[in-house]
Structures are given as C-alpha cells and as structure tokens.
C-alpha cells in the first residue's frame, strides 16, 4: 500500500502538534483566568517539550511492540515487560523535558524548578503510563488494521478427518485471509521472507502477507532445493535473485527481478555458494 510509508512517517508529527497546540491553549485558559496578562510561551514550552520528547521515543516504542507483540494468549506474560516499559518511558520522558524546560527558560532569563523529584515524577508516571498505553494501543490498532487490508498468511493445517490433500510439513501454498475471503499463494511465488517480531512477512508480487512464525521456525517448512537462508532475519527464493553484489565487509547484497534489495551476511554466504548463486 503505497500510503502506508507516508502514513506512518505523518501521523505521531502531527498528532503531536495538534496535541501541544490544544493543551497549551487550555492552560493558557484556565492560567488567564486568575492572571489575564500570564504570558503564553510558559505553558506553550511546556507542552512542546513533553511532546517533543515523547515523539522522539516513538521508534523505540515502535521497535520495542514489534520485538515483544502482544497477542492473547502471550499478553499475560508480557505485562509485566510492558510496564517496566513504561517506567523507563516516563523516566527518559521527564527528564527529557525537564532539561529542554530548563534550557528554554533560561533563554527567557529564568529558572526552571520541577520540584521535588520523587513527588513530581510519580505525579508524572501517573500520566505517562497512560501516554504509553494510548502510544501502544495505537500502534497495535494500526497493525491490526494494515494486516486486515493487506490479508494475514497462515500455514495450511491437516484436516480433522482423512489425509491432507496437500503436504502439510513442506507445504505447496499458504492460506491469506483478507478481508473476510480467504485464498491461496503458491510457496513457489514467495520472493523472500522477512523476519519481523513474531511475524514472518512473506513477499511476493509487491506485496506483504504476515505469517504468525519465526523464521527459524519456518524455515524447516520450505523446500530447501527453492529457498535458502541469506541472513539472521531473511530467506530468500533462488530463482528470484537477479545479481549478487559482493561488498568489502565480506557480506553481499541481493538484487532481486522484482527491484527488492535485501543484505546477505558473511556468515550465510556459503549456502548461496553451494547453490551456485554466491
């Protein structure tokens, strides 16, 4: 989805801009009403450096849900994980803006006072434990929503009764749910696959179907002769590579018919080679 990219890249900038510009003014507000000539870059400082720093913490959060997914039957043992999160979230958090406050205020000509430390920093946890949770909500709700729309892949399982009517341990085709419809890809279509988190995205006519696996644990299921480790995070289907550029680090790149580039590192260089592809 070519929207996507832009999507991800727009959205928390100006989220966070609409935020800080909304909740200044409130301040400002409620501050005008005991003291109509408070002035307005106070509270605006304020909400600028608490969003400044927690936009600056989104690929971390973003990298950190990818790298510990929560799903239903993990979400119990992840908890805990996941407020520790939290408590590191809003450690970086404060002291982010309390150092960019007091930078701006010193500008000013003034000196910011945060107060008491261990007071005024579980008063501050209080909201970003819940800053963190929206941050992640979010990022799980958009997930959900892109594996809707681009259809999720899943490994053909053995019927209740009878034999399969396809290998089930090698299998030919994967089943992608989309939409409500269900349909099958040829394995043999499968460009390269893409270790992410939990998932395993496979690739294929530009397109990306997630597979709940790891890449360990799919690799076993393709067929050795067609696919073929290259690196820690990627397999990649021979007949799919147009040219190989070797690099200095001893590691290569691979150029794939479909223009996709992925890395293959020193260390899986020689399945390639006794491929007769490296």
């Not at 800053?131 to 681009?150: D, G, K, N, P, W």
């Not at 890449?215 to 799919?240: C, Q």
Request: glycine share 4%; proline share 6%; charged share 20%.
């Amino acid at each position: 989805m070519h929207w996507q990219r832009t999507f991800e890249l727009a959205f928390w900038p100006l989220f966070a801009l609409l935020n800080t510009a909304a909740n200044s003014l409130v301040t400002l507000i409620e501050l005008r009403r005991g003291n109509p000539s408070f002035p307005a870059w106070p509270p605006i400082t304020w909400e600028a450096t608490s969003s400044v720093v927690a936009l600056a913490m989104i690929p971390a959060i973003v990298w950190f849900t990818r790298r510990y997914p929560l799903h239903w039957d993990t979400w119990r043992r992840e908890v805990p994980r996941y407020v520790l999160a939290s408590v590191v979230f809003s450690l970086l958090h404060v002291v982010g803006m309390v150092a960019l406050r007091q930078v701006v205020y010193l500008l000013h000509g003034e000196r910011y006072e945060f107060g008491s430390w261990p007071i005024e920093w579980f008063y501050e946890y209080l909201k970003d434990i819940r800053t963190f949770a929206l941050i992640v909500l979010s990022i799980e709700m958009y997930r959900f929503v892109v594996r809707r729309l681009q259809g999720e892949a899943s490994l053909l399982v053995a019927p209740d009764e009878g034999a399969p009517v396809e290998p089930v341990e090698r299998p030919d085709r994967f089943l992608v749910r989309k939409l409500g419809r269900e349909f099958l890809v040829a394995a043999a279509d499968i460009e390269y696959l893409q270790a992410s988190g939990n998932y395993v995205n496979l690739h294929l006519r530009g397109r990306d179907y997630p597979l709940r696996s790891t890449i360990a644990g799919i690799e076993p299921k393709l067929d050795p002769k067609r696919f073929v480790r290259v690196h820690r995070s990627y397999i990649v289907n021979i007949d799919a590579i147009a040219s190989i550029e070797l690099l200095d680090s001893g590691d290569a790149r691979l150029h794939l018919a479909s223009t996709a580039t992925i890395p293959c590192s020193r260390r899986y260089r020689a399945h390639l080679r006794e491929r007769g592809a490296g």
